[in-house]
Each structure stands twice: as C-alpha cells, then as structure tokens.
C-alpha cells in the first residue's frame, strides 16, 4: 500500500539555525499538506500546496516557514531561524484531487531546537 | 466549518464494538462528518467520511442521525491496536483539517 514518508524522523537543531523537512507524497496526490503538533496539544494545520503554490496557510505559517516542491516527489517544509517554540512533530500529508478530506499523514519528523 | 463535541475518553473491552459519540448541532447542509484517529504519536489516520447516510468500510461504520447533529462511529470488534485518539471533524469549505481534543479510546484486554 502507498504510503507518505518523511525524513528525517527526528531533527535536534540549535536556535537560530534553518531546518528543512522532507516529504515524499503518495505518488499520484496532487495536494500537500503540512502540519504540527506541538507534545501534548492538538494537531495544527500550516500550510495547504497544489499545483505549485500555497492554497491555503494558517497564522502560524509566518515569514519563517516556506514550502517546495523541488522535483517530482519530495516536499519541503523549511524553517529559516528556528526559536524553541518550533518545537513539535510535523507531520506531511496528501490526497488526491478529488479526495481532499482523505489526507494520507506521514510518520511525522520530531523537530528539537535547543 | 461546524464545531464538534466528543467525549474526552472512553474505553471498551477488546472483540466488543466501541461506538464513538460526536455532536455537531451546527452542521450545515453541506458539510460532510469525517473521522481520523491518531495512534500514540503517529500520523492521523483516515477512517471513514459520510453527509447523511450511514456508511461502512473495512475500518468502521459511520452512522448520522436524520437531523444531521451527532453521529456515531462504530468500531464492531475492538482490538488493542484500536486504542488511539479519535477525531470527529466537520468540513465544509476549507481544504485544511481542524482537530479538536478528540476521544481518546482505550481498548481494555
């Protein structure tokens, strides 16, 4: 069965630094999705991407967050300058086009700044 | 996009169904009832979506009332790999899932 992978699983970085998370969507989706749970709290929607743009993007995702698509498979979340607060699990997701509330999670990357 | 309301947990013996409560007294007429689970520190899972009729799959049924307010998702024979926190998630306009608190289950053995 296809699944959603991401990489790395656990990332420990210092404040300040840039982070980029990595997704490989199910082959056929076409929309990408990011989002984080921070330990202990709910799950929280970032960002929504098709067709090579931003679709939709909550208050979270500020001027510190970007997303990519550099090729054919992978997806990118990337975090500029990292503050502790960016501390959670972010999970990608995907679906198809006509299934955009059947969104298929990764594993999800635990993301540690210290 | 419609609030939901589910209990904060529950807990069910193991090869017994569960049967998840979920009010959304708000829901419009176009707003679809979608369930996900998230098993300890995993990726939500999909289970099963519905509008107003009931539905099954290999996972689970979903069953909604006529007037649309609560629904029921019904696991029939519970296993402790169900123990996991289960979201009811009314959608409506916006691509994204808003998760609540959820249910979280126990399957007892």
């Known amino acids: 069965e296809p699944e959603v992978t991401q990489t790395p699983s656990h990332q420990v970085t210092q404040m300040g630094q840039e982070v980029i998370l990595r997704c490989v969507p199910i082959?056929?989706?076409?929309?990408f999705y990011w989002y984080r749970q921070i330990l202990g709290q709910k799950v929280e929607f970032l960002v929504s991407?098709?067709?090579?743009?931003?679709?939709?993007k909550s208050e979270i995702f500020d001027d510190q967050f970007s997303v990519e698509r550099p090729d054919g498979s992978n997806f990118t979340l990337k975090i500029r300058s990292t503050k502790l607060e960016d501390s959670a699990m972010y999970f990608c997701?995907?679906?198809?086009?006509?299934?955009?509330?059947?969104?298929?999670f990764g594993p999800g990357t635990r993301l540690t700044v210290t | 996009d419609a609030k939901t309301t589910q209990p904060p947990s529950m807990d069910c013996a193991e090869g017994r169904a569960a049967n998840l409560p979920c009010n959304h007294s708000?829901?419009?007429?176009?707003?679809?009832v979608y369930w996900y689970r998230q098993i300890h520190s995993q990726g939500p899972q999909y289970i099963i979506h519905?509008?107003?009729n009931n539905e099954t799959n290999e996972m689970a049924s979903l069953i909604i009332t006529e007037d649309r307010k609560s629904s029921t998702l019904i696991l029939p024979h519970a296993t402790l790999r169900d123990t996991a926190v289960y979201y009811c998630i009314v959608i409506g306009s916006s691509y994204k899932l808003i998760f609540g608190s959820g249910t979280r289950l126990l399957v007892r053995p």
């Open positions: 997701a995907s679906s198809e086009l006509g299934q955009l509330y059947e969104q298929y």
């Open positions: 991407f098709y067709n090579n743009e931003i679709s939709e």
């Open positions: 708000t829901i419009s007429g176009n707003e679809y």
């Open positions: 519905g509008l107003k």
């Open positions: 082959s056929n989706h076409l929309y």
